[in-house]
């Protein structure tokens, strides 16, 4: 991309000025402990993954810390036999690294980064079905995420991992809850926070007995201008003994240091920032002409393109429903799903993008993080993430692009700039990972649709 004048990127409590080489100095900032004067403990292993042991005693070389097999971990038969009917045959690298610090006694707490798509979610479900007495009818593991649809697929996985136990796993979001009066007896519980913090409240979810609190998105969780306070809220009800499990892609320097203190004396496995960008995800801009030329584009793409299914995100919730209508009424099978929406039908939106019914949907960053699905191999940044102060923000891009390229495929994000404001926006979060995002000819059709065909290949 051509330089531009300033531009900054908003990282929690602190910004960067892009004249003073952010890749170089933020990177610094976040790498944090691994700069000079490494503390003991730590592994640097090659990949640049950073390993800080909470036990300064340990032995960062002994085979204990990374499990090449699901058997080294000393499952139950159970769990091994669910893990193995999702087609799982061995660990991926977060949870070799992370299996064995979750899964030790004493219980330690953890805080795990890994790049989206590359396994978080069975690291910290197979912790849960491992740690819960299927015998005690009481909830002894709760893991709460930010979003409904979030929720719903991490009990999906919960249940196909351990469908061959006796654990039983509850929900606890909106209409989907207990009925009122009826207490939790469920081994494990997972749910959004507003609706956990309710079940609390009203006496029906129990804490006493929990052994394990899990943040996913763990990042977004702590934000003190979002998820924050109800999610401290429902750490201060659980025991002191809890074990504290916080796992997310991204880390700003800010909410790691809070991340710290909500997790005290926590393993860290951490990445630089340099390498949070997955390499299969091509990364790519079109330069439109204004906002209404970004809808022609748009239309121009989905002709020429064969994307088998695709996310769109916007900033706000009336230009989903805009470009979904525009894109129906072109024969595309498209539905917009946004925080207006009541539960149910959001729910079934979701369950017809999973089954392939809907290819396209188009979003705000509700969807943004976690969502999973394989056949997603486009991303559109149709309108720019910032932050709620108008800076752009990176995290939120890396999120929203890594719902594709997930577990090793690839994947395309192509991002939409049409002014000197997106433009800069882009370009902040470019230099911010450090990795260049390529321009799309869109003056030129034939040229367009040259590019866009090599980039699906
Ligand atoms: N050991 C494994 N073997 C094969 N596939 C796996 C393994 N672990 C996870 N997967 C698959 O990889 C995909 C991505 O996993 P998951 O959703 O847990 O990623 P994540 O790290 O939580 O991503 P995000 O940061 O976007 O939330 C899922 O479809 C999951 O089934």
């Given at each position: 991309m051509a330089s531009e004048s300033e531009s900054q990127v908003k990282r929690g409590d602190f910004s960067v000025t892009l004249d003073s080489d952010p890749v170089d100095s933020m990177a610094t900032e976040l790498q944090g402990l691994t700069a000079e004067g490494q503390p003991e403990g730590l592994i640097d292993t090659k990949e640049q993954v950073q390993i800080k042991l909470?036990?300064?005693?340990?032995?960062?070389?002994?085979?204990?810390?990374?499990?090449?097999?699901?058997?080294?971990?000393?499952?139950?038969p159970e769990l091994l036999k669910g893990i193995y009917d999702m087609n799982f045959s061995k660990p991926s690298k977060i949870q070799e690294r992370a299996l064995p610090l979750l899964l030790a006694d004493p219980p330690k707490n953890m805080i795990g980064q890994s790049q989206s798509g590359t396994g978080k979610t069975a690291a910290f479900v197979l912790t849960m079905l491992s740690r819960v007495?299927?015998?005690?009818?009481?909830?002894?593991a709760l893991c709460i995420a930010p979003s409904r649809e979030l929720v719903r697929q991490i009990l999906d996985v919960m249940q196909q991992m351990g469908k061959y136990t006796q654990i039983k796993v509850s929900a606890a979001i909106k209409d989907e809850?207990?009925?009122?009066g009826q207490k939790i007896t469920s081994q494990i519980v997972v749910g959004t926070p507003g609706t956990v913090t309710e079940l609390i409240r009203r006496n029906?979810?129990?804490?006493?007995?929990?052994k394990l609190l899990v943040l996913d998105e763990a990042d977004n969780m702590l934000d003190q201008q979002g998820l924050g306070d109800q999610s401290i809220r429902i750490k201060n009800m659980a025991p002191k003994t809890c074990q504290i499990v916080l796992f997310s892609a991204t880390f700003a320097e800010s909410v790691r240091k809070f991340a710290a203190r909500f997790a005290p004396n926590a393993n860290e496995i951490s990445l630089k920032v340099s390498e949070l960008?997955?390499?299969?995800i091509k990364q790519v801009y079109m330069d439109c002409k204004d906002e209404s030329h970004k809808l022609q584009v748009l239309e121009e793409l989905y002709s020429v393109l064969t994307v088998s299914q695709s996310i769109i995100f916007v900033r706000k919730r009336i230009t989903a429903d805009k470009i979904a209508k525009m894109m129906t009424s072109s024969g595309h099978k498209v539905v917009a799903l946004h925080g207006q929406l009541d539960p149910q039908t959001r729910d079934q939106v979701m369950d017809g993008f999973r089954n392939g019914l809907i290819k396209v949907l188009v979003t705000t960053?509700?969807?943004?993080?976690?969502i999973d699905i394989s056949q997603i191999n486009v991303v559109i940044n149709y309108d720019i993430p910032v932050d709620g102060n108008g800076r752009p923000d990176a995290e939120t891009y890396l999120h929203r692009i890594g719902?594709?390229?997930?577990?090793?495929r690839t994947g395309v994000a192509i991002n939409f700039v049409h002014d000197a404001n997106s433009f800069r926006e882009l370009k902040a979060i470019q230099d911010y990972f450090g990795r260049e995002i390529i321009k799309v000819e869109t003056s030129d059709e034939e040229k367009m649709e040259k590019a866009l065909k090599k980039l699906l290949q």
């Open positions: 909470a036990d300064q005693q340990a032995d960062p070389n002994s085979p204990l810390y990374s499990a090449k097999s699901f058997e080294n971990l000393g499952l139950e007495d299927a015998s005690v009818e009481a909830p002894q809850g207990p009925p009122r029906q979810l129990n804490m006493r007995q929990l960008s997955v390499d299969a960053n509700v969807l943004a993080r976690g719902r594709t390229g997930r577990f090793g």
